[in-house]
């Protein structure tokens, strides 16, 4: 079975520049959740869909924001880049809320 | 509000000799706790979970974990190190409102 995957896996971008990074879940899954990891740190929540609809959102600005599409695969898109966005952006899906996660592995997204 | 603390940035054993990765953690209401591995370049993998059930959870690899309410604890452990151990171990906590918490990561090297 395929599991969660993610692209591009990497990507450069400049300062003020705009960025979509996609998701697509394991079969079956119907909750997508969006994870920042700065080098040395562990994942920061960003987001969580579930049926399309947002179920939680992390202490990001609101120059983040996603959307979870009818096939349960995920955006995430984040305008305005600063430097300080270079992370590895972690994409991760579930049955449901209280069942584990299974991330991707990753895009990384490096602002120059 | 939900926390997790991982106190040891890094752990070093010797090959064969048990080991193990604390986390402590604060929520409210039951917790959902989780440990991921980490790694080089790559996503999160899912080790084991308590939700509810017995207080000796065992997952992949044969690493298990000890869930401690009166602590607040829930630590990783492995009767036997291998040397394919190392990497870098993440605890996280949930409490069914679908957004996980992660402790900042644990290192753990394995000596020959």
């Known amino acids: 079975d395929a599991g969660v995957t993610q692209s591009p896996t990497h990507l450069i971008k400049t300062r003020g520049q705009h960025v979509t990074l996609r998701c697509s879940p394991i079969?079956?899954?119907?909750?997508v959740s969006w994870y920042q990891q700065v080098l040395g740190q562990g994942p920061q929540f960003i987001f969580q869909?579930?049926?399309?609809?947002?179920?939680g959102r992390g202490n990001f600005p609101d120059r983040f924001s996603a959307r979870q599409f009818p096939n349960y695969s995920s955006e995430l898109n984040v305008n305005a880049l600063l430097l300080g966005d270079s992370a590895l952006y972690l994409c991760?899906?579930?049955?449901?809320?209280?069942?584990?996660?299974?991330f991707g592995d990753g895009t990384r997204l490096s602002i120059l | 509000a939900q926390s997790v603390a991982q106190p040891e940035d890094q752990v070093n054993v010797a090959e064969g000799n048990p080991l193990t990765v604390k986390c402590t953690y604060s929520?409210?209401?039951?917790?959902?706790l989780f440990w991921y591995v980490q790694y080089p370049n790559r996503g999160l993998q899912f080790l084991l979970k308590y939700i509810t059930g017995d207080n000796l959870v065992k997952g992949s690899y044969g690493f298990e974990a000890e869930f401690n309410k009166s602590q607040t604890s829930f630590h990783l452990k492995k009767p036997s190190a291998l040397v394919s151990d190392s990497a870098l171990y993440f605890c996280?906590?949930?409490?069914?409102?679908?957004?996980?918490?992660f402790g900042t990561g644990t290192r753990l090297k394995v000596l020959a």
């Open positions: 079969s079956g899954h119907k909750s």
């Open positions: 996280a906590v949930g409490s069914g409102t679908y957004k996980y918490i």
């Open positions: 869909y579930y049926e399309k609809e947002e179920r």
């Open positions: 991760a899906s579930s049955l449901a809320g209280d069942q584990p996660q299974h």
């Open positions: 929520v409210s209401g039951n917790p959902y």
